[in-house]
């Protein structure tokens, strides 16, 4: 609540002074504080929408572009660019164009407006970009570094896990080996003919037993094994989770080339997860948004891609800790000795994407990354693209405009220009015609009657400067009033203090 009181006092503080004021009407500064209220109410939920208000509305009270410039830095820091902000700003200077049109042809006050806004509202607003683009770097980073703590814990539960595999491969080994020896001396004891026959036939039960319980063994312990996994359950295909997804309402559209009915069960299930964890982070971060599953087959190698095109809206919070799934997605089809790849996409979509062998054999190679990289290089190079955006754009619109403004009133003032000593020349009572070829091209927009006696009753006035250049200087006013034909009256009209 302080801040917003501050803001509102920073905002309101150039309608407020005392000497802005000026020359204008009554009723603007009312008007003015009203709409920097109604903006400061705007800018949480719309900050692109109440800063170009304020902007808009500066081409009638130039007094409101300091709050303009306030939010324009607010929106830059809450929003990303947009081509409605844009299309905005595009209205905005037509808004301002028509403005001085209404009230009367004003090219140097239009210039000085369009500068301002430039100055005022598109670089506060690069600004805040930049500094969002920076924060999200030092988030990058912190993410960064979360995840290298996740990365070192799931190693070192895969060598504890493999480690356990290994001590059960021993067990195996060894109980195997006794297990056998038990087994071999029962069947020695069924075909000892000195035993009755109740004794030789709990002999073979106890083999029958010793071997049935060697081959559970030799069952489990197969499992923790690396290169021997478990048929895949029967109907656990692609097609038929896409097919379940479609059916929950998920707008997936699945792809497949090729022949996948010989792809080794560790394998294909490795696939199957890819698509499982990518249409639920689909369904999850970008509900409603068209999802295409690419499975592909060629020769050896399996590719399976899942692409989900941008969310229509923002994230609502950010979740630094997250990614788990992509994590442990990513250590299953490693362990199939297959690559995997996730990312953004430059569009706004997300895609998934991972290389798998057929049959189990070498690790397949990385090869060039699918998916642009994610993390702080990324983040990184879109904080100095927007830093030169930032800086480059408005300095390249600022001197262009001030070269203009420039040209523009060294050319006005030179037209309009009537040296001291041409002007003293010139004496009352002459002639319209004998003057005329001695009188600048054009007048000068100030006339400045105020500022001297009053024009003639009856006369007509014209008016032209004392000095030309390409830098805006004080000047005197030249004031040549002519009545039926002859110079009635010339007057010098000072600048005003």
Request: charged letters at 20%.
């Amino acid at each position: 609540m302080l801040r917003m009181i501050s803001l509102a006092a920073v905002m309101a503080a150039p309608l407020l002074a005392g000497p802005l004021n000026e020359g204008l009407p009554v009723w603007i500064t009312p008007l003015s504080l009203l709409l920097v209220a109604a903006a400061l109410a705007l800018h949480r939920s719309r900050p692109s929408a109440a800063a170009l208000g304020l902007l808009a509305a500066s081409a009638v009270d130039w007094r409101l572009l300091p709050a303009a410039a306030i939010l324009s830095y607010l929106a830059g820091r809450r929003e990303p660019p947009a081509t409605t902000a844009l299309a905005g700003l595009a209205g905005v200077l037509a808004f301002g164009t028509a403005v001085p049109l209404l009230r009367g042809p004003n090219l140097y006050g239009w210039l000085v407006w369009i500068t301002g806004v430039f100055v005022l509202g598109l670089l506060p607003a690069l600004i805040g970009s930049f500094r969002r683009l920076q924060a999200d770097l030092v988030q990058a980073g912190w993410d960064r570094a979360a995840q290298l703590e996740r990365e070192q814990r799931i190693v070192a539960d895969q060598a504890r896990l493999q480690e356990r595999a290994r001590i059960a491969q021993d067990m195996h080994d060894s109980l195997g080996h006794e297990l056998s020896l038990v087994a071999l001396r029962a069947g020695a004891l069924e075909l000892d003919g000195t035993l009755t026959a109740e004794q030789r036939a709990a002999a073979s039960e106890v083999r029958a037993g010793v071997t049935t319980a060697a081959d559970r063994l030799g069952e489990i312990i197969g499992l923790l094994r690396d290169d021997d996994t478990p048929p895949r359950p029967a109907g656990d295909h692609i097609e038929a989770l896409v097919d379940r997804a479609a059916a929950s309402g998920v707008p997936v559209v699945l792809t497949a080339t090729g022949d996948h009915r010989d792809v080794a069960a560790m394998q294909y299930r490795a696939a199957h997860r890819v698509v499982q964890e990518a249409l639920t982070n689909a369904t999850k971060h970008a509900p409603a948004v068209p999802v295409r599953v690419l499975v592909d087959r060629a020769g050896d190698e399996m590719t399976v891609t899942v692409h989900n095109g941008p969310s229509p809206r923002p994230p609502v919070e950010r979740r630094p800790h997250g990614g788990r799934g992509l994590t442990g997605l990513g250590e299953r089809v490693g362990l199939a000795g297959g690559v995997l790849r996730a990312g953004p996409l430059p569009d706004g979509g997300f895609q998934v994407v991972a290389r798998l062998p057929t049959r189990p054999g070498p690790v397949l190679e990385a090869g060039p990354d699918p998916v642009p990289p994610v993390g702080p290089e990324t983040a990184r190079r879109r904080a100095r693209r927007g830093l030169v955006l930032a800086v480059a754009l408005p300095t390249v619109l600022t001197a262009g405009l001030a070269g203009t403004l420039m040209a523009l009133y060294a050319h006005d003032s030179r037209t309009s220009h009537l040296p001291p000593e041409r002007f003293r020349e010139l004496a009352v009572g002459a002639g319209r015609d004998e003057v005329a070829g001695r009188l600048p091209e054009r007048q000068a927009p100030e006339h400045r009657d105020e500022n001297g006696p009053p024009p003639p009753p009856g006369s007509a006035c014209e008016y032209y400067r004392s000095t030309a250049g390409f830098l805006p200087t004080p000047f005197d006013v030249y004031r040549l009033c002519f009545r039926d034909g002859r110079l009635v009256a010339k007057d010098v009209l000072p600048p005003s203090r």
